[in-house]
């Protein structure tokens, strides 16, 4: 677990030349954890919360991972609000927002205090890159950690604060059900492109009734299935299965088509002529 320095030298724990040393890894300004200890998401979430005030909390991404959403990477600084005024800055690290934090607004999660949930889709889908803010609003859609309404009711409560219209926008386009970040890219380029819109998460039926396999996207109408290959899709098990799904899907009557990152960031129009095509 992390540790104020300074706590443990006042209590004999350690001295000063001992937190100096190679035994503990400096994660912010008087804050250590042992050299040996994984420093994963939870622990510099809970490193950076014995820098926080007794009003702030841990928001935005940071907020979204802690009720499950996969939208903090590790390379992403620790997230926090601190209401106004504050002492608390930004840091290597440590990404501070000054913002007023409503009793209702703060939940207490694993010990750490959060923004609610709403309140972090709020400030998620407040982000001036719409498709992080989607991305965001669904993450946390997905983890069923609140609601589209209640976003929305949180949205005309505030009417007033900076990024509010975007935010709306954002929630329009989100989607309940989506089950990772690039199937929410995948959805936004084919819409963006003036394609229909996919159906999320849908599953696929034979004629008796029996279910098939679940689809990312899908246009149950013309039969047509869209499907992000992530990394894990690489392994020979799931290639196996992989095989065997699709093979199910098409004799129930689909076309899946499979898309990887590198269609999404490198071959947008090939992807898109293959959707255009499949829906004709």
Same mark, same amino acid.
């Given at each position: 677990m992390p540790f104020r320095g300074s706590a443990a030298v006042a209590g004999g724990l350690l001295t000063r030349g001992q937190l100096a040393g190679t035994a503990w890894r =400096? *994660?912010? =300004? /008087?804050?250590?954890?042992? #050299?040996? #200890?994984? +420093? /994963?998401?939870?622990?510099? #979430?809970?490193?950076? #919360? *014995? +820098? +926080?005030?007794p009003d702030a909390a841990l928001s935005r991404r940071t907020a979204a991972f802690v009720y499950g959403a996969d939208v903090w990477r590790a390379t992403d600084p620790v997230e926090a609000t601190v209401p106004v005024p504050g002492d608390l800055r930004s840091r290597s690290g440590l990404s501070v927002v000054r913002s007023p934090l409503e009793r209702a607004d703060v939940w207490r999660r694993g010990g750490l205090r959060v923004t609610s949930p709403v309140r972090t889709a709020f400030d998620l889908a407040r982000d001036p890159d719409l498709t992080a803010a989607v991305i965001g609003v669904d993450a946390l859609l997905g983890r069923r950690a609140t609601k589209p309404q209640e976003i929305a009711a949180y949205l005309d409560a505030h009417p007033n604060w900076r990024n509010v219209r975007h935010a709306r926008q954002a929630l329009a386009l989100a989607r309940e059900g989506v089950e990772s970040h690039m199937e929410t890219r995948l959805r936004l380029t084919v819409v963006t492109a003036g394609l229909p819109e996919p159906v999320v998460q849908h599953d696929v039926r034979d004629a008796a009734g029996r279910f098939v396999a679940r689809l990312d996207l899908a246009y149950p109408e013309r039969h047509v299935g869209l499907e992000y290959d992530g990394d894990h899709h690489r392994g020979r098990d799931t290639f196996r299965r992989d095989a065997v799904r699709l093979n199910r899907l098409r004799l129930a009557g689909w076309t899946v088509l499979r898309f990887t990152a590198d269609d999404l960031t490198h071959a947008q129009a090939r992807m898109l002529a293959q959707i255009r095509a499949a829906l004709k």
């Open positions: =400096r *994660l912010f =300004r /008087d804050v250590y954890l042992h #050299a040996d #200890a994984t +420093l /994963d998401n939870v622990t510099r #979430a809970q490193a950076a #919360a *014995l +820098l +926080l005030p």
